[in-house]
């Protein structure tokens, strides 16, 4: 098989970046914008030694799963990749996927609990960051690049969020405000960054800039306000002058309003600032914290939530549990989870600026014993000194893993069973329809102790 060919190909798998899979000559061939049951005819596009990239030139035969597309820009945007499939397909797809990571990277013989599907499958999201064109419309970029496609909409956000994209792409021009180039780091406006309360429908502009201020910002609150009304509580800048694909900056200044929206997540309120981290959709996130909530078993219990972001995981549990001590490093985020405490009197909680694995080590020097922990880490998974730190130090009755990778979480969990502690049930959530991301949320619990 050699570039430029083409090839009748059947699609019988799907990859974990969502493209579908079928083989040739013994060669897997991966094409995005199909799915398993179709028929496809494929231009081969790239080959490699045991694999080879292909694109779909005409649809042979569908697949019964296959759907038509409700997004214009669909197959030229990174975004969503199973736009073109049912729903239901589409959970099948990830929690399969979950499955063979936990069996194929982990080593466990263990199915999945039944995925917890999402009611809403379209505009879900509390939080979007868009890019700015140099012609200053908004869009997301393309598969694979910073290459900008424009859109006036996007179906996974609140419609909202369109028109105050809108809006302020026509006060950039209108003000003549220049647009970040990433190739010659010049030109102010880097990205439109919009949060939403979904429970109280508060909204925060915020506007990554390419240096310290903002012309004209009266002119962008005027603006944004005769869009959203009253629902606008905080318009900020995000100051980002370094030349790296890293969105936000360490800086905000509030131009306009308060410096954080609240909304209520299972029954706590929770303060957000710009830089906290709190879940994009927030219905999915209360049955992931419940599933949490049932796999930790706190009632009474001393618990140690890592990468606690604003709290939201621990505050959740802090009625039922005897402590509550959360880790975070990132400072306004702990900052609003001491708030989110006070502002829900809850006395029970300690919250820790500090790595996680750091602040393990702290903690187990102080004699920190918890029944009970709670990781919910980046996608890069935990170090391994961080599970060494939490099996041998802390050797907790149970430990809950909320992933939102489950190859580091099949990789974490192989380690930790060399530890003592054995993934005993674990249940994929779709926090994100429409995308190739899945979380899961996984109970390992003790079975020898190493202290």
Same mark, same amino acid.
């Given at each position: 098989?050699?570039?430029?060919?083409?090839?009748?190909?059947?699609?019988?798998?799907?990859?974990?970046?969502?493209?579908?899979?079928?083989?040739?000559?013994?060669?897997?061939?991966?094409?995005?914008?199909?799915?398993?049951?179709?028929?496809?005819?494929?231009?081969?596009? #790239?080959?490699? #030694?045991?694999?080879?990239?292909?694109?779909?030139?005409?649809?042979?035969?569908?697949?019964?799963?296959?759907?038509?597309?409700?997004?214009?820009?669909?197959?030229?945007?990174?975004?969503?990749?199973?736009?073109?499939?049912?729903?239901?397909?589409?959970?099948?797809?990830?929690? #399969?996927?979950?499955?063979?990571?936990?069996?194929?990277?982990?080593?466990?013989?263990?199915?999945?609990?039944?995925?917890?599907?999402?009611?809403?499958?379209?505009?879900?999201?509390?939080?979007?960051?868009?890019?700015?064109?140099?012609?200053?419309?908004?869009?997301?970029?393309?598969?694979?690049?910073?290459?900008?496609?424009?859109?006036?909409?996007?179906?996974?956000?609140?419609?909202?969020?369109?028109?105050?994209?809108?809006?302020?792409?026509?006060?950039?021009?209108?003000?003549?405000?220049?647009?970040?180039?990433?190739?010659?780091?010049?030109?102010?406006?880097?990205?439109?960054?919009?949060?939403?309360?979904? #429970?109280?429908?508060? /909204?925060?502009?915020?506007?990554?800039?390419?240096?310290?201020?903002?012309?004209?910002?009266?002119?962008?609150?005027?603006?944004?306000?005769?869009?959203?009304?009253?629902?606008?509580?905080?318009?900020?800048?995000?100051?980002?002058?370094?030349?790296?694909?890293? /969105?936000?900056?360490?800086?905000?200044?509030?131009?306009?309003?308060?410096?954080?929206?609240?909304?209520?997540?299972?029954?706590?309120?929770?303060? /957000?600032?710009?830089?906290?981290?709190?879940?994009?959709?927030?219905?999915?996130?209360?049955?992931?914290?419940?599933?949490?909530?049932?796999?930790?078993?706190?009632?009474?219990?001393?618990?140690?939530?890592?990468?606690?972001?604003?709290?939201?995981?621990?505050?959740?549990?802090?009625?039922?549990?005897?402590?509550?001590?959360?880790?975070?490093?990132?400072?306004?985020?702990?900052?609003?989870?001491?708030?989110?405490?006070?502002?829900?009197?809850?006395?029970?909680?300690?919250?820790?600026?500090?790595?996680?694995?750091?602040?393990?080590?702290?903690?187990?020097?102080?004699?920190?014993?918890?029944?009970?922990?709670?990781?919910?880490?980046?996608?890069?998974?935990?170090?391994?000194?961080?599970?060494?730190? /939490?099996?041998?130090?802390? @050797?907790?009755?149970?430990?809950?893993?909320?992933?939102?990778?489950?190859?580091?979480?099949?990789?974490?969990?192989?380690?930790?069973?060399?530890?003592?502690?054995?993934?005993?049930?674990?249940?994929?959530?779709?926090?994100?329809? @429409?995308?190739?991301?899945?979380?899961?949320?996984?109970?390992?619990?003790?079975?020898?102790?190493?202290?």
């Amino acid at each position: 098989m050699n570039k430029n060919d083409e090839i009748i190909l059947k699609i019988d798998g799907t990859s974990s970046d969502g493209y579908g899979v079928g083989r040739h000559e013994g060669m897997a061939v991966f094409v995005p914008l199909t799915t398993e049951g179709d028929t496809v005819r494929t231009k081969i596009l #790239k080959v490699k #030694k045991s694999f080879a990239y292909g694109k779909m030139t005409e649809l042979i035969e569908p697949s019964m799963d296959r759907k038509s597309p409700d997004c214009d820009v669909f197959a030229q945007c990174g975004g969503c990749v199973y736009r073109h499939i049912n729903y239901q397909k589409e959970c099948e797809i990830k929690s #399969k996927k979950v499955e063979n990571n936990i069996c194929r990277i982990g080593g466990y013989d263990l199915s999945p609990q039944p995925i917890i599907s999402a009611e809403r499958i379209c505009r879900y999201r509390n939080k979007a960051q868009f890019p700015v064109s140099a012609s200053g419309n908004t869009g997301f970029y393309a598969v694979h690049s910073h290459r900008i496609i424009e859109s006036d909409k996007c179906l996974l956000q609140p419609e909202i969020f369109d028109k105050l994209c809108a809006t302020i792409g026509d006060w950039i021009k209108t003000y003549n405000i220049s647009v970040y180039d990433e190739n010659n780091h010049k030109g102010l406006i880097r990205h439109i960054y919009l949060r939403i309360a979904e #429970k109280t429908q508060e /909204i925060m502009v915020v506007i990554i800039i390419n240096g310290d201020s903002l012309n004209y910002s009266k002119e962008l609150v005027d603006a944004c306000i005769s869009v959203a009304g009253d629902k606008i509580k905080s318009i900020q800048i995000n100051i980002n002058k370094k030349d790296t694909n890293v /969105i936000l900056g360490d800086k905000c200044k509030t131009l306009w309003g308060s410096d954080f929206i609240t909304d209520i997540l299972c029954d706590v309120k929770i303060r /957000i600032s710009p830089l906290s981290f709190y879940q994009v959709n927030r219905d999915m996130a209360e049955k992931l914290y419940q599933k949490a909530a049932e796999y930790a078993e706190c009632d009474n219990k001393t618990v140690l939530d890592l990468y606690c972001g604003a709290g939201t995981i621990g505050l959740g549990l802090a009625k039922r549990a005897k402590k509550i001590i959360g880790v975070e490093i990132i400072p306004d985020a702990i900052e609003d989870a001491k708030i989110n405490a006070a502002n829900n009197g809850i006395e029970n909680a300690e919250f820790i600026c500090m790595d996680a694995a750091a602040a393990a080590k702290e903690l187990a020097a102080r004699k920190l014993r918890p029944d009970v922990v709670i990781v919910d880490p980046p996608r890069k998974g935990c170090s391994s000194d961080l599970l060494s730190t /939490i099996a041998s130090d802390f @050797s907790p009755e149970r430990l809950v893993y909320v992933s939102c990778d489950s190859a580091t979480l099949a990789r974490d969990s192989a380690i930790l069973r060399d530890y003592g502690y054995i993934l005993t049930e674990y249940t994929p959530v779709d926090m994100f329809p @429409s995308t190739a991301h899945i979380e899961t949320v996984a109970l390992l619990v003790r079975t020898v102790s190493t202290i």
